[in-house]
């Protein structure tokens, strides 16, 4: 009954088939519209002058309960903070500074090699971090983007009763943006990352070489949060358990 009314009424057909391409646009627009983030910057040049005859293990990066892995995360005026539904992280920030982090050490060649936390290579010193917060703050007309981040070095190969942690700091790093849209902030946190990867290397160089001063400093209220260490794979290292932050 229905097909033989519809034919009967080509207007009513192309009303139906008008409704259907009306919602498969809106769907498409709905879809376009969301965008996906990810950190991305040139590689930076070499800073160490001597490598370290050494391997360095970069353990994943944990994250914090104040930062969202699927949306960016911005604070308003009224100090409210708030999830941007069409800007989407491609994947766990967490897990993107790790990457950076690592692939920035091993261009660096402050160690002889430098391996992520899946490698099966025998490693002396283990790098492990945590991401605190990320997002972007507005305030009026302005507004800035915002990492903090936690890191410790962990020395292995020193002897036995030693304190093995040689670096334990908090990265705080903020960037201005060029505007408050969530498109600028990104911007800004993508050259938040690249500020806290540039100093994060130059402590860890100070670190193994032994230059004392602030890389070497430690936090007073260090936070109790264990690493997973690798369990495949002869090592120093791995023989130590969890490291603690």
């Known amino acids: ?32 519209a969301i965008m996906y983030h990810s950190f ?4 930076p040049s070499n800073i160490a002058p001597a490598t ?3 391997t360095l293990m970069i353990y994943r990066f944990l994250v914090g309960p104040a930062v969202d892995t699927d949306y960016l995360m911005v604070t308003g005026p009224a100090t409210k903070e708030e999830a941007v539904s069409a800007h989407r992280w491609s994947r766990s920030p967490a897990d993107m500074i790790g990457d950076l982090i690592e692939r920035d050490l091993a261009e660096a060649r402050i160690f002889e090699k ?3 936390q899946f490698s099966n290579s025998r490693y002396r010193y283990a790098l492990g971090g945590k991401v605190l917060e990320m997002k972007g703050v507005r305030k009026g007309d302005k507004a800035a983007a ?4 936690e890191v410790k070095l962990t020395d292995f190969g020193v002897p036995l009763g ?10 705080r790093i903020e960037d201005p943006s060029k505007d408050t849209s969530p498109a600028a902030i990104v911007e800004a946190l993508n050259r938040a990352v690249r500020e806290f990867s540039r100093e994060l290397r130059q402590d860890i160089a100070a670190a193994v070489r032994g230059t ?6 430690r936090e007073q209220k260090p936070s109790p949060v264990a690493l997973r260490v690798p369990a495949s794979g002869g090592s120093a290292g791995r023989l130590c358990g969890a490291v603690p932050l």
Not at 162 to 171: H, N, V, W
């Open 1 to 32: 009954m229905f097909s033989s009314s519809v034919q009967s009424r080509p207007g009513a057909w192309f009303l139906i088939m008008l409704g259907m391409l009306a919602f498969a646009g809106c769907a498409v627009l709905s879809r376009d």
């Open 40 to 43: 991305s910057y040139p590689v």
């Open 52 to 54: 370290v005859p050494e």
């Open 114 to 116: 430098t391996v992520g």
């Open 146 to 149: 915002l990492i903090e981040a």
């Open 162 to 171: 030693a304190d093995k942690t040689i670096l334990k700091k908090t990265y």
């Open 212 to 217: 004392g001063g602030p890389a070497r400093q």
